[in-house]
């Protein structure tokens, strides 16, 4: 039986994509942004409109 996979969106996404896209001080645990993986890109664009919006 195939594993199942995790939630689509988790909000802890957007500090892993934080502390990976910009040179904010960010405190990441880095065990679940490498367990997510490429499913936490959806957090991307909200990193960059939370950098560019000040």
């Known amino acids: 039986m195939p594993a199942r996979p995790g939630p689509l969106f988790d909000l802890r996404?957007?500090?892993a994509a934080l502390g990976l896209l910009t040179r904010l001080p960010v405190?990441?645990?880095t065990a679940?942004?490498?367990t997510r993986g490429a499913a936490a890109?959806?957090?991307w664009p909200l990193a960059g409109l939370a950098?560019?919006?000040p």
């Open 13 to 15: 996404d957007i500090s």
């Open 27 to 29: 405190k990441v645990n």
């Open 32 to 34: 679940f942004a490498l």
């Open 41 to 43: 890109a959806w957090a």
């Open 51 to 53: 950098v560019a919006a």
